[in-house]
């Protein structure tokens, strides 16, 4: 295995903002966000993932098995849907 590509992986920024946050709820921190700051985290996230697998996909061009794991994520995504649909139903 590369360690390069282990160091690399673990010194990118989500994953150390998410390492940091689970320091500082072992270590009982009063560390706080400001209201605003995790909405514009959530989007910053999302754009970076969007983006890194756009330019994976253009990389690896589309075929058989890109075609499959989007299938099934836009599958397991409806069921994850109808599942909370029916539980939220269930609730009234």
Do not use: H
Not at 18 to 34: D, R, Y
Not at 44 to 63: D, H, M, P, R, T
Request: hydrophobic letters at 60%; glycine letters at 4%; aromatic letters at 10%.
């Amino acid at each position: 295995m590369d360690v390069s590509l282990i160091v690399s992986n673990i010194l990118n920024p989500p994953v150390l903002a998410f390492f940091l946050g689970m320091l500082a709820v072992l270590l009982k921190s009063a560390l706080e966000i400001p209201p605003p700051l995790p909405k514009l985290f959530s989007l910053y996230l999302l754009f970076a993932i969007k983006f890194k697998s756009g330019v994976e996909l253009v990389k690896s061009g589309i075929n058989q098995e890109v075609i499959l794991t989007l299938l099934a994520a836009i599958l397991m995504a409806c069921v994850v849907l109808c599942l909370y649909i029916f539980y939220l139903k269930g609730k009234t």
